[in-house]
């Protein structure tokens, strides 16, 4: 199953009708790897848009948003397929009511980084990066959440914070969501993200038993 | 200095010292990735015939990276002993490769020369070895260190307890460590990767961890593999801190990718030392490397991975750990594509850290999208623990079930010391007779339900919640 999911294409169709009908608008965008071989050979094929993808966005011309989610296949579409939606409207029900977070945007043969590339052109104050981590041989399905503040294609990973192993055996989509939002909060108000910033959520969050419900 | 060698009516021209370097190296596609590799295998065989011929002294005086732009070639070369350098100082790479091999090159002259040795060099003579040359002289090689156990003693090896969780769940974590402690793993440390990097419960992991330590009176240490930063703030809050930990890289904007410098690195060691809790040794830092990391952050300039990967040796050797890892298949099929490329790595990693005077263990590990599986695994991990590899990692099942890669298990481990007569620290064997997991001939027992170390478990990690 782990080696499949790594080959397994992301159904960016059927993600879209899902988050249409959770009345999200959608764009797909897709990095410069042109294949799953590319992909795997090429990471910095992966962290950046191709040129039509690019021209895309530029020509969007969209007003800043506060907080932007891009869900990018990664290593597993299967995590994507199963997480990305009701994960992502899990966030939203607990998002600060005034951010603004525009569409959705839907990278494929994506890496990490390219949602900093993404971020830059629309104007987000911060994104999220919803990806599929890659495989393990009993968790071929996990998702992991990076968040970049004041994202540009300068950022490295000092700069992000990562949430991962989303999935039924892992962090369930309600802990997951909580810890971002106190995340993304921090980040606006210290005004970083990264290594600058600390997590202290489970002061604040109600029993940790919580987190072991599962998803 | 100009670098070129001819082949027949060939000439082969290199640009400088680190294309010679990087073309010179085994095929891998960390190095495609980076445009340095060499195009041909002629042209690999004319650069490694070229670099044969290059003095050691050379390393000295034409560095590889500017040593006005980073710390770690300031390092390199500051801290370079020209005293232990003098027995090798008049020999070619070409030579040096003969010299380690000689008989008369023994364990103590090694050591004596390993200060002597910069990463560049251990490097380059680890380009014209073929896999057996690099067993052989890492098995020369001796490194003890310790803190509550004596680790990287000839005859014995240790390994690391890898209780990972996908949600850091405290009797998940519990369960796995009892797991591998009743197969007698543990004695490198009980190092943990949380999953999350929330300071509190950080807190939680490293008390859970000291308690069993104590609760079972094993002489081992503890790690808590997160940020350095936050176990310098949990040391301040008083947390049981044994062995600080941080993930490292060969260059100063590699390191910099990770949140960290020499400096801070530092910081945290006299942090550690100032808690005292070592018994038998001081030795407090536990480092994790991994050819790759320094290109993956964009941070290579030109020089090859496994050169790359040398370098962050000087950066762990300067701060005195008590284990360093090379988590060799770990970055995935960008940077090792296969089985081949891995193996291969994971005994230059070994080798240049055992020469350059460190207490090197192996992740022998791959992951899912790589070439690679378990049978590859059981080749490198046989070869390494015949080259005398410090330790290795021990998981449930060999599959990490937070990291999400297939890395070794308990009883690989049992099977390595099974197979070469190797043996677990001594004071951590001892404890494992006394607990009766062990027998005297060294044999792990049956654990039935009466088992101390059943009994003894701490009550609340055995409630249901």
Redesign the interface.
Known sequence: M??D??HLALDVHALETTLNAQGLRTIHVCSKATDRASY?????FGRRLNEASRLQLQQLNTAPVDFLIVVGDG?SSLAIHRHAAPLIEAIHSIQPEHWSFGSIVIATQARVAIADEIAEILNARMVAMLIG????????D?LGIYLTFNPNIRC???DR??I??I?A???SYSAAAK?LIWLAQEAARIQAS??ML??????IELP??N??LGG | MVYQHSVGANTYKFKNLKDVMAKATPARSGDFLAGVAAETYAERMAARMCLAEIPLKMFLQDVLIPYESDEVTRLIIDSHNTQAFSRISHLTVGDFRNWLLLDTTDTACLMQVASGVTPEMAAAVSKLMRNQDLILVAKKCTVITAFRNTIGLSGHLSSRLQPNHPTDDARGIAASMLDGLLYGSGDAVIGINPATDSLPALMDLYCLVDEVINQYEIPTQSCILTHVTNQIQLIEKGAPVDLVFQSIAGTEAANKSFGIDIKLLEEARAAALSLRRGTVGNNVMYFETGQGSALSANASFGVDQQTCEARAYAVARHLSPLLTNTVVGFIGPEYLYDGKQIIRAGLEDHFCGKLLGLPIGCDVCYTNHAEADQDDMDTLMTLLASAGLTFLMGIPGADDIMLNYQTTSFHDTLYLRNLLGLKAAPEFEQWLKKMNIMDQQGRVQAITQQHPMLLKMPSHLLKQL
Request: proline share 7%.
């Open positions: 782990a080696r999911a790594v795997l050979l090429r990471p910095d290593l981590e890659r495989p393990g041989l009993s968790s071929p996990s490295n990973d000092a914070n990562c991962s192993n999935r055996e892992g962090l810890k990264g290594v600390k997590d202290e959520s489970d002061h940790v038993v987190l072991e």
